[in-house]
């Protein structure tokens, strides 16, 4: 089955710089990749979400790229602001006729520094 | 619309005893999916739903649980008899047609003592 590891664990930024989180998969037929938001004791919120058939997405302040060959997408999140701190989880999928069974990485704690 | 419901929000149990939580999804949501979040596994699929249909039910961990759909608007997950390790946070999500977003509802979160 589906395998996804997710990096760093905790980050800490300063306000204003950029973030980067990293997750790979083991499954190359994945084929939908998530990011969800989590703020603390709240519910997980999608963010941004990518396809395999293209390379880069971006909305606003963040973006997510993908590179099958070496199966491995990150989340990009630039001039970060104090309300961006939360947990990150990335996500891989392979979308069947609808069917999505999501594996989720174990997370990133983001903590923007003012 | 209010979103995903579930109830209750918090459940506090002893060892032994059965346990049922709820999820409403979405009006006119197709898909319904049970997640199982602790610090030690993250976030787990345990069984997902397709117009009231179970799907797949790989993720369910042992056979002391269960989950329902009876009707669209209605979904239990069951956990009989409960154990101190099923203490976690259970969210329900729900996804409507053609899209893929997960709409996850507030979680209930189950302490078995």
Redesign the interface.
């Known amino acids: 089955g589906e395998n996804v590891e997710q990096h760093p664990s905790t980050l800490s930024v300063q306000e204003g710089d950029s973030a980067v989180i990293k997750c790979t998969y083991s499954d190359s037929a994945s084929n939908y990749f998530p990011w969800y938001k989590q703020e603390l004791g709240k519910r997980p919120q999608l963010i941004i979400d990518i396809r395999s058939n293209v390379g880069e997405k971006k909305d606003q302040r963040i973006a997510v790229t993908l590179n099958k060959t070496a199966k491995h997408f990150s989340l990009h999140i630039t001039e970060t602001q104090p309300e961006d701190s939360a947990v990150y989880f990335c996500a891989a999928s392979h979308i069947i006729q609808g069917a999505q069974k999501l594996v989720f990485g174990q997370g990133t704690r983001l903590t923007i520094n003012p | 619309d209010a979103g995903v419901i579930q109830s209750p929000r918090h459940e506090v149990t002893e060892m032994g005893q059965e346990v049922t939580l709820r999820c409403k999804p979405i009006s006119g949501h197709d898909?319904l999916?049970w997640y199982r979040q602790t610090m030690m596994r993250?976030?787990?699929?345990l069984i997902?739903f397709?117009n009231n249909v179970p799907?797949?039910d790989s993720g369910m961990p042992e056979d002391r649980f269960s989950a329902k759909m009876p009707n669209a608007s209605f979904s239990t997950l069951k956990i009989q008899p409960s154990e101190p390790r099923d203490s976690a946070v259970y969210?329900c999500a729900s996804?409507p047609?053609?899209n893929?977003?997960?709409y996850?509802?507030?979680?209930t979160r189950l302490t078995v003592t």
């Open positions: 898909y999916f993250g976030l787990e699929l997902y397709n799907i797949d969210f996804r047609p053609g893929l977003e997960q996850f509802g507030p979680g």
